[in-house]
């Protein structure tokens, strides 16, 4: 893994790399020395650098692992035609490329139909699975666009072929850091301008927005898939859920598509994007519950 200089915002906890996987480069840090791997996807609108406080409390006793998506932060941006097949196999790959697999896998947001895919298609890359605040498209997810029903407006704009690409550049901050924050967080003083800054920075290069706009786009294009995955091949690994909103979502999506045992967890006080909320009370669970998977795995 060669070590590269970072770009954007960094800490001394990490390195920064990237890899040539899938038909496209991807940019991830790691950091640790020992222990089981964790490998940690963001949501929107985020990049890694949503992990940059939960990093170094897993890394105690992990080896860490987060990854820009294909499309997001500084990997490169993607086509048309990406969806979270795409992004599961960009995992896979690179998963094979660090040669550190099987890997705890966790999945946040706009990426837990990504992460359901890898560890559902692939069940040997994964040790365990842990969501965070997120459902699947196909039991819920769909639900989002309905603004009739609780569902927000940036769901569907998000998901219109085009349109973010096309008016969103320019105003990024106003879309990230003016909306998306506001409405997503519940302790204000978790995000400083300094991240923002850093979120902004990715989302407002050239085709910034490619990676949201071809997982969004997907909601409404699934046709099913995700479902008839879930059916064919439900959850073999350990889940770990955890939710922080009113409704248990997360805990119900994936007690839906798993055969293998589900510990919920539920962080009251916490809003949406929990990494950057509660880093402390999400490590302590995950290292808890990864804990746990492995001392049964050497069993």
Do not use: K
């Amino acid at each position: 893994m060669s070590v590269i200089t970072p770009v954007g915002a960094t800490t001394p906890d990490v390195t920064h790399h990237l890899a040539e996987v899938n038909g496209t480069r991807l940019h991830y840090v790691s950091a640790g020395t020992g222990g089981s791997p964790v490998l940690l996807m963001h949501g929107w609108p985020e990049t890694w650098w949503a992990f940059h406080e939960l990093i170094p409390l897993l890394a105690r006793t992990h080896r860490v692992f987060a990854v820009d998506l294909r499309g997001f932060g500084d990997s490169d941006t993607t086509g048309g035609d990406a969806d979270s097949a795409t992004c599961a196999e960009d995992l896979h790959q690179l998963i094979a490329h660090l040669e550190v697999g099987p890997v705890h896998l966790s999945c946040q947001d706009i990426s837990g139909t990504t992460g359901f895919r890898l560890a559902a298609t692939h069940p040997a890359d994964v040790l365990s699975l842990t969501a965070v605040e997120t459902t699947l498209i196909g039991f819920g997810l769909e639900h989002l666009a309905d603004v009739n029903n609780g569902g927000s407006w940036h769901v569907g704009f998000l998901g219109a072929a085009g349109v973010p690409e096309l008016l969103l550049p320019g105003i990024e901050r106003r879309m990230i850091a003016d909306w998306a924050y506001p409405m997503m967080t519940a302790a204000a003083d978790a995000v400083t301008d300094a991240d923002l800054d850093e979120f902004v920075r990715t989302y407002a290069r050239p085709g910034g927005w490619s990676g949201t706009s071809a997982l969004y786009r997907e909601i409404f294009a699934n046709n099913g898939a995700t479902r008839a995955l879930a059916e064919a091949s439900p959850l073999t690994v350990p889940v770990l859920t955890i939710d922080a909103s009113s409704a248990p979502f997360t805990e119900q999506t994936f007690r839906a598509v798993s055969a293998a045992e589900v510990t919920s967890v539920r962080l009251p006080g916490v809003g949406h994007l929990v990494a950057q909320e509660a880093p402390d009370r999400l490590a302590a669970a995950m290292l808890e519950f990864l804990a746990g998977v492995d001392a049964s795995s050497t069993r």
